[in-house]
């Protein structure tokens, strides 16, 4: 019941039910009480008639037996219909045709004994419902006074009673097609209802999946109509945002690959001048301030030049004009190889199960456990104990870099991945650019891997890259 279309139909069901059983109640009382009514207002009419033809021929103070008489006289008249008639003498008991006075409320009487009008009263004798009716016959000479004659006369609602219970049997019988029937107007309504909702959630499913042109067709002057023409005019909105932030984007990276590029010549030149520099200042043919400024310059070329490195290396990745070029390889070599190039073999323990080899591109393999070790290296403090695992199972080589330092903000934790993201974003001069760590990521989703960071329990990053036994549309194999 969690859809709409289900809780519309479930409450138009409801509603129609309701109303239904509502009106059925309804006429169901109305005709029960023109029924009694009826029923009442004949017995009382024609009480009155026979009396009026009988009672003049009653003494001007009968007896008991008189009284008998007149109640034998007035049983005879009622023929068909069944009715049982008592009379009272001047607050007397009861005195009717046969030996047994017929039924009649204690509260009727009661009434009565002081009423000047005719008084009835509904209840029940046994199991059947029955009508009590009083006409106080008032003496002409104390019109005021209590009447000094007062006749009862009961009946069976028998027959009436069958006729409200067939009244009853046909209000249920015909609020059930009404019910039925709204289940088939409420689903037609839902349907009609629906169509537009329906309508913009495949919209919006195509606007996730990168078709900003939907739009949704829009009809009529309703509610709907008006979200639907919000849809497409949000729609047209992001299109055109997105269609300028895609033209910044590539606009920005073009940027930074033309500048790049441009700096690349220049920064080689730089390069190989400070190299030369730097020999004249190792030799002491240079002044001492002279040798320390051209220090601070050498320095400061190198990690330009890195930067330029770097940033050439991102737009790759952003052009889509990023390779794999793989080759088998021994992995506790090539660990081993990386480490020693960068003379971190002392510094740096290793847990390499021997004769583990894998398909992988050596350059970029070679550029993410880098950025991994230099990382755990600068971060993790002077005295950081590193260490390299590497571990194969279920098709997949698991390269773990961990260490005993500080650990990763918890803040930065996850950007750590992120470009130009720093471990002291306080200090605007590190030796990192930011951009080591995303281009290590970049370079494992190259191989269909993935790259992930942690704090250990006892503290202490670590820095986990998986990857696949089959890198993205070339073989693979592990042994």
Do not use: C
Request: glycine share 8%.
């Amino acid at each position: 019941m969690r859809g709409l279309r289900a809780q519309l139909v479930l409450v138009f069901l409801v509603v129609s039910a309701l109303s239904a059983l509502t009106a059925a109640a309804f006429t169901f009382r109305q005709g029960q009480s023109a029924i009694v009514a009826r029923a009442q207002a004949d017995a009382l009419q024609e009480l009155r008639a026979h009396l009026a033809s009988l009672a003049p021929d009653l003494p001007a103070d009968p007896g008991e037996a008189d009284l008998r008489t007149l109640a034998l006289q007035l049983d005879r008249a009622a023929g068909t219909r069944g009715r049982h008639t008592a009379l009272s003498y001047r607050g007397g008991p009861l005195v009717a045709a046969g030996t047994q006075a017929p039924p009649v409320p204690a509260g009727l009487r009661a009434e009565a004994a002081s009423a000047t009008t005719a008084l009835a009263q509904r209840f029940h004798h046994g199991e059947t419902p029955w009508l009590a009716v009083a006409l106080p016959v008032t003496a002409a000479a104390s019109p005021d006074g209590p009447p000094p004659l007062v006749v009862y006369a009961s009946f069976s609602l028998a027959s009436q009673q069958q006729d409200v219970d067939a009244l009853a049997a046909a209000a249920r019988a015909g609020a059930l097609p009404v019910v039925l029937a709204s289940v088939v107007v409420a689903l037609l309504a839902a349907r009609r209802l629906l169509r537009p909702v329906r309508r913009l959630r495949t919209a919006a499913e195509r606007m996730a999946g990168g078709g900003l042109d939907t739009r949704v067709t829009v009809t009529g002057d309703d509610e709907l109509a008006d979200l639907g023409r919000t849809f497409n005019t949000m729609a047209a909105t992001l299109q055109a945002d997105a269609a300028a932030l895609r033209a910044m984007e590539a606009r920005a990276r073009r940027f930074a690959a033309d500048v790049s590029h441009e700096l690349r010549t220049p920064l080689a030149a730089m390069s190989a001048v400070t190299e030369v520099l730097d020999a004249d200042a190792a030799s002491g043919r240079l002044a001492p301030l002279t040798a320390e400024a051209l220090h601070l310059v050498s320095g400061e070329t190198r990690k330009l030049t890195r930067l330029v490195e770097d940033l050439i290396e991102v737009s790759r990745f952003d052009a889509g004009a990023a390779v794999l070029n793989l080759d088998e390889v021994d992995v506790a070599q090539f660990v081993a190889k990386t480490l020693a190039l960068r003379h971190w073999q002392d510094r740096v323990r290793t847990d390499l199960p021997p004769g583990l080899r894998a398909r992988l591109d050596p350059r970029r393999a070679d550029v993410i456990l880098a950025n991994l070790v230099g990382n755990a290296l600068r971060h993790g403090g002077p005295e950081v104990s590193v260490l390299v695992q590497v571990r194969a199972e279920a098709g997949r080589l698991t390269v773990t870099v961990s260490d005993d330092g500080p650990g990763i903000p918890a803040d930065l934790l996850p950007h750590v991945f992120d470009r130009f993201t720093k471990a002291d974003g306080a200090r605007a001069r590190s030796d990192g650019s930011g951009l080591g760590l995303a281009i290590a990521t970049e370079n494992a989703h190259l191989h269909g891997g993935t790259l992930t960071a942690r704090n250990a329990p006892h503290g202490g990053a670590v820095l986990t890259l998986t990857l696949p036994a089959d890198p993205p549309g070339v073989p693979a194999q592990l042994s």
